[in-house]
Every structure is written in structure tokens, then in C-alpha cells.
């Protein structure tokens, strides 16, 4: 009994799960597995610290992005 119930709870759920980590996945992938490769290619290109400040671009991008998005806390979400 107790693995049915499991199994169709997990069905309820599992489009919704795969929705929300197959972008993450994707992206750790993209970004960070080719992370090695494009530090590699900056350094011998540019500079040693041209990575760094890459990086710290994208930081501050993202930092940006994270802080001028709305606050839902009080807002009602399915209308």
C-alpha cells in the first residue's frame, strides 16, 4: 500500500520537477563545465587576471538582476 501511494504521489510531482531542474542542469553544464576551457583561453589570450574580472562582470551582473526582481511575498500568485 505504502509503495503505491508513493509511486502516484510521485507522478503528481514529476513534470513539475523535471520543469524546475532541467534548466539548472543545463546551465551547470554550459557555465560551469566549460568554465576550465574559457579560463584557460582568457589567460593564454588575454591575461592571467583577465579571468577575474570576467568573473566579477558576471557577478555583478547577476547581483543586479537578483536585486531589481519584484517581491512576490505579499501577492497573490495565481492570478
Do not use: H
Request: charged share 5%; net charge neutral; proline share 5%.
Amino acid at each position: 500500500m505504502n509503495a503505491l501511494v508513493g509511486s502516484s504521489f510521485l507522478s503528481l510531482f514529476l513534470p513539475a520537477a523535471v520543469m524546475l531542474v532541467l534548466p539548472y542542469a543545463v546551465a551547470v553544464a554550459v557555465f560551469g563545465g566549460t568554465a576550465p576551457y574559457l579560463q584557460n583561453w582568457i589567460s593564454i589570450t588575454y591575461s592571467v587576471t583577465a579571468f577575474s574580472v570576467y568573473v566579477i562582470v558576471l557577478l555583478l551582473i547577476s547581483t543586479g538582476v537578483a536585486l531589481t526582481l519584484p517581491e512576490t511575498r505579499a501577492r497573490d500568485l495565481t492570478a
